[in-house]
């Protein structure tokens, strides 16, 4: 595929690589890469875990940090693996003699389009294609754990889409309880040990719970059914009766009920319709910065403090019959970052801001469809804030083609600031072709809220932002 050839040429940013191009192609390359710091090793500690949000953090590169990290051990249980960079790394850690096993799933391994499992497999890498036992279920975690001491988990899937136009959570954990759970239901998935049930409660702070070990939708409804004053949900696909129950009851008991949903999931229940009939706010959001990218968080923010994460959709496949994580984790900061990431997708679907809980720096997704380039072509962000390379083109924002013909950058611009901007396309011989017609405009939120802008390249009139209906 055409988006699989730019991938590694076109990527937002590089992390522990460099660009090995020949000729033209290679200085306009290296004129343009951006790297990016590598955070998630340092800022994951015990007892206080690391969460990110794509699309406005490059997620991906984080994950891409963190497995450059191991030493010995990399296991991993992950719907899909379709990344370029992601499958690159995993080839050079079993190269370099880091003991590397991986399950994933086997009905989406079957599909044509997804051949990175049998890649890693060419490459000895030990690789199962799980298939649960309860009828059209799907081994749907996106687990990883290295060296036994470092995990990762939450909606965040090691594809393209995920990384540059979904909406998704990563969280990263220290904790040795949360780790050697993780490692554990791995090393299940990889039959390398004996199926188990263990207590819920990890830590003080943490419950993990497997499905279908557990019923996880238990857990959902009691941690709701515990809420005093709000519960903010953002999730892919919600169709489980008893949840949607125990939100109806929150709303009818005077908590604030708020939810955001995938708009192309919506038609598989009425769940949605029976909360916004009780007086809850829904909202369904359709994310459309790419052909098949989508509203893929799963999570909730109960009370402020408390945060309901994990791979589950909230359905009675996701929480009785798949393989799926549930974290509950009472972590009052970790709840303010999943709050501040509500507060994001409210604004970006429906232009809701209360000015609550600000940013010092608006997060910006661009988004742009520009069909016109060739293989060593790159397409630029540019504009009057330094941020955007103050007019430079060699200084702005390279976008990513992982999603050709949609491309997507992503920047911080000061809160309330306007910003005059454009897109440019850098020929592989460093010719410049900027876009024609008027500056594009930007008024950046007070509140440092996210905002998404979209747009045909050359159509500088029509610059847009996607919505909810």
């Known amino acids: 595929m055409r988006s699989a050839l730019l991938l590694g040429l076109l990527s937002l940013t590089s992390v522990a690589c460099t660009l090995e191009r020949a000729g033209d192609e290679d200085v306009v390359g290296k004129r ?45 249980a992950h719907y899909n693996i379709r990344s370029e960079r992601v ?11 880091v003991d590397v096993r991986i399950a994933v799933d086997a009905s989406n391994a079957a599909n044509e389009w997804n051949s990175g499992d049998d890649r890693l497999e060419r490459e000895g890498i ?7 036992a309860a009828a059209g ?15 990762m988990s939450g909606s965040f899937n090691w594809n393209e889409t995920a990384a540059a136009g979904n909406d998704e959570n990563m969280i990263a954990f220290r904790d040795p309880e949360l780790v050697g759970r993780y490692r554990d239901q791995i090393l299940e998935l990889l039959d390398e040990r004996p199926r188990s049930v ?31 004053s709000s519960v903010d949900v953002a999730m892919f696909t919600f169709t489980m009766k008893n949840v949607a129950d125990a939100l109806i009851r929150a709303q009818q008991r005077g908590v604030r009920v708020r939810l955001i949903v995938e708009d192309k999931q919506d038609g598989f229940s009425d769940a949605d319709e029976r909360l916004a009939a009780a007086g809850a706010l829904v909202v369904r959001a359709a994310n459309k910065t790419g052909p098949h990218s989508a509203m893929h968080q799963k999570y909730a923010v109960l009370d402020g403090t408390r945060v309901i994460t994990g791979a ?28 501040k990431n509500f507060l994001d997708l409210l604004h970006v679907y429906t232009g809701h801001d209360d000015g609550s809980q600000p940013n010092a720096a608006s997060p910006i997704l661009f988004t742009t469809v ?15 804030d330094p941020a955007l390379g103050a007019w430079n083109p060699w200084a702005g924002v390279p976008m990513g083609g992982e999603m050709f013909p949609h491309w997507t950058a992503r920047a911080k ?25 008027d500056n594009r405009h930007l008024t950046v939120p007070a509140s440092g809220r996210a905002v998404v802008l979209g747009g045909a390249f050359g159509d500088t009139g029509n610059t847009s932002t996607p919505a909810g209906r």
């Open 312 to 339: 589950t959709n909230w359905t009675f496949s996701g929480t009785r019959n798949n393989e799926e994580d549930l974290l509950i984790l009472d972590l009052p900061s970790l709840a303010s970052a999943y709050a």
């Open 126 to 132: 030990k690789l199962v294609r799980f298939k649960p």
């Open 137 to 151: 279920a799907i081994m749907h975690l996106k687990a990883s754990v290295i060296d036994g001491a470092f995990a």
């Open 413 to 437: 611009l000061p809160s309330g600031a306007r910003v005059e901007w454009k897109l440019v396309t850098i020929r592989r011989n460093g010719s410049v072709e900027w876009e024609p017609g």
């Open 198 to 228: 263990e207590v819920a409660r990890a830590n003080a702070w943490a419950v993990l719970q497997f499905a279908p070990e557990s019923q996880v939708d238990r857990s959902i409804v009691g941690a709701i059914d515990a809420a005093k």
């Open 370 to 384: 520009q069909p016109a380039t060739a293989l060593g072509d790159f397409v630029v962000v540019v504009g009057s």
């Open 87 to 97: 499958l690159d790394k995993l080839v050079a850690l079993k190269r370099r003699g």
């Open 32 to 76: 343009l890469q951006r790297q990016t710091t590598c955070t998630i090793l340092g800022d994951t500690r015990v007892g206080s875990p690391r969460v990110y949000f794509s699309p406005f953090d490059p997620v991906e590169d984080q994950v891409l940090c963190a497995l450059d990290s191991a030493q010995r051990e990399v296991v991993v």
